[in-house]
């Protein structure tokens, strides 16, 4: 495989995919986990778009590494350590987005596992993480123009 240009019309919906996952948890009654948990759809909804909020942000990875670096990543936990080798993120970053990926991972095979106050914690506490890693890879993109398409 060789590498070609990074598409930036798959880098913008995929990142307003992930921006508009993380908006609509906001959306969500989070003041209190009482609140929260009292109506069971605001915890099926949390866990929706936290799914698929992650699974935007990595399909965005694997769009970056096959088409930028020839680089085929078959396991969402493959992406962050791919990433980090091609420099696209720290080591860090690559670390943090195995573990979001693993916790993916667990949502959709072991989803009876899932609290409802994890799920809340995750909602109050843990976006950041998933919005500073969107960031991180839309500055390398804007650094690097001459992997793209066009610009985004």
Do not use: C
């Not at 699974?55 to 590494?65: F, N, V």
């Not at 091609?86 to 987005?97: A, F, K, P, R, T």
């Amino acid at each position: 495989m060789t590498p070609t240009k990074i598409r930036a019309n798959v880098v913008s919906e995929r990142a307003a995919w992930v921006r508009e996952m993380i908006h609509s948890i906001q959306g969500l009654p989070l003041s209190s986990y009482d609140e929260f948990a009292g109506d069971r759809r605001n915890v099926a909804s949390a866990e929706s778009y936290l799914r698929r909020g992650i699974e935007a942000l990595l399909d965005l990875g694997r769009h970056i590494l096959a088409k930028g670096f020839a680089v085929v990543a078959a396991e969402y936990k493959e992406i962050g350590t791919e990433l980090a080798k091609e420099g696209v993120l720290s080591e860090d970053q690559g670390m943090l987005l195995r573990q979001i990926a693993g916790y993916r991972n667990r949502m959709v095979h072991f989803y009876h596992e899932v609290t409802q106050a994890e799920l809340y914690q995750l909602s109050t506490e843990e976006l950041k993480d998933i919005e500073s890693l969107l960031e991180a890879l839309v500055r390398w993109l804007q650094a690097h123009p001459e992997k793209l398409d066009q610009g985004i």
